[in-house]
């Protein structure tokens, strides 16, 4: 349901966040090209989330722009930066309490569509929004979860629910703050794999702590610290700079 055209570019201008005299974000100028899968890297308190904030219009920034495909969306309300086609991952723990997973997507996808009504008085009428959410749980490998209730499965197992749920809103952008953080490895490798299937087109901007995964998915990483990108560039070129080297091994001593 995107109103936007081709150009899903993603852009920064001088994004500044400030918390009184501390400035979360200071002068973050960044692009995420169409269909990149982008992380965003750093210390504890490196403003990696504010950033995510910032775009997703959560926050307001106190100086800078936010572009999208060449049209500055920095005032807009978050609802329509997700109608322009940039999601984050909802918490399912706030939404769809009860309700199984596909139930879940289902309402989300009506959502989407426009379909206001009762909600399951509009599936009923429209079966082809069951078929559009199973083909999606078929995608994050959930079918055989289709009729589990949410809040009793692995959390694992939520948190791919909770990527469902982002992607019944067709996103162009996708937005992630750590989805693997609390859940075992393997599960996370999982999940990962999931994303990395998504189709090319979506771009995947995401924060993660586990440099295995970082430096398995992306194609693109940017490290920030202290509220300023310090790096940007390709994995290779990543683990190649002594100074991405000495923030991480500066924070391993610290702790
Ligand atoms: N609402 C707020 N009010 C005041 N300070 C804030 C607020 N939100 C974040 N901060 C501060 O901004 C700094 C950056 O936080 P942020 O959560 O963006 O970092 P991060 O890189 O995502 O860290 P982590 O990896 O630990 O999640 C922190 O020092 C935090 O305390």
């Not at 490196?46 to 920095?74: Q, R, Y």
């Not at 430096?215 to 940017?222: E, G, S």
Request: charged residues 20%; negative net charge; aromatic residues 6%.
């Amino acid at each position: 349901m995107s109103t936007v055209g081709t150009d899903i570019t993603l852009r920064t201008e001088g994004l500044s966040k400030r918390w009184g005299a501390f400035l979360a974000n200071s002068d973050v100028s960044l692009t995420f090209k169409p269909g990149a899968r982008h992380a965003l890297i750093g210390p504890n308190g490196a403003g990696k989330t504010t950033f995510i904030n910032l775009l997703t219009g959560s926050f307001m920034p106190s100086s800078g722009k936010v572009f999208l495909g060449g049209e500055d969306i920095t005032e807009l309300p978050q609802h329509e930066r997700v109608h322009r086609g940039m999601t984050r991952t909802f918490q399912l723990n706030t939404l769809f309490a009860g309700m199984t997973v596909l139930e879940s997507v289902a309402l989300a996808i009506s959502e989407r569509r426009g379909l206001q009504s009762v909600w399951y008085k509009t599936v009923a009428n429209h079966p082809d929004v069951i078929d559009e959410a199973m083909a999606l749980l078929a995608t994050l490998k959930l079918s055989d979860q289709a009729n589990s209730i949410t809040r009793s499965m692995a959390y694992g197992k939520q948190r791919l629910v909770e990527i469902a749920l982002a992607l019944a809103t067709k996103p162009r952008i996708l937005l992630l703050d750590e989805p693997a953080a609390g859940i075992p490895s393997a599960e996370s490798r999982e999940l990962f794999e999931v994303l990395a299937n998504l189709p090319r087109d979506v771009t995947v901007l995401f924060i993660e702590h586990d440099m295995g995964l970082v430096f398995r998915f992306a194609d693109r990483i940017t490290v920030m610290v202290g509220g300023k990108v310090l790096t940007e560039g390709t994995p290779e070129e990543i683990a190649a700079d002594p100074r991405v080297k000495e923030v991480y091994l500066g924070e391993a001593e610290h702790a």
